[in-house]
C-alpha cells in the first residue's frame, strides 16, 4: 500500500543554521549565521509526452513547485514535487522521493496558454 504526499516532510529534522562566533577589531564578539545545505536525492522526471528520466540528484529539501533547477546544463523548472510513503510494519516510512520538471520554455508557454484559457 503507498501513499503520495505533496507536502513537504523531513523525516530526520536538522538544524538549517550554526552560529559562529567571531571577533571584531576592537576585541566584541558578533554573531554570524551560515546556513548549512541540507541535500536529498530526487528522482527527477522531466513529464513532457514522452516522460524521460533524468535520473537521481541531490537537491535541498525545500525545494518547490515553480523553482527553476539546471541539469547537465538545461535550464528546468519544477512541475511537482512528490514524496511517497509505504506502511512498514504499521507506520508510514518514506520510500521515494520525486521531482516531476518541465524545460523552463515549455513551463512558460502552459502558464501563458492556461492564461489564455481562464480569461476565454
Known amino acids: ?29 558578533r554573531e554570524r549565521e551560515k546556513e548549512k545545505e541540507h541535500k536529498h536525492p530526487f528522482k527527477v522526471v522531466e513529464i513532457t509526452p514522452p516522460p524521460r528520466c533524468l535520473g537521481v540528484r541531490c537537491f535541498p529539501t525545500n525545494i518547490h513547485c ?9 535550464a528546468y523548472t519544477v512541475s511537482a514535487v512528490t514524496h511517497r510513503y509505504q506502511l512498514r510494519k504499521g507506520r508510514y516510512e518514506p520510500s521515494e522521493k520525486r521531482l516531476d520538471v518541465l524545460s523552463t520554455g515549455r513551463y512558460i ?12
Open 1 to 29: 500500500m503507498a501513499m503520495v504526499a505533496s507536502t513537504s516532510f523531513a523525516y530526520k529534522p536538522q538544524p538549517r543554521f550554526a552560529v559562529v562566533c567571531r571577533k571584531n577589531k576592537d576585541g566584541r564578539d
Open 66 to 74: 515553480g523553482e527553476s533547477v539546471t541539469i547537465e546544463g538545461q
Open 109 to 120: 508557454l502552459n502558464l501563458y496558454l492556461q492564461n489564455l484559457l481562464d480569461q476565454s
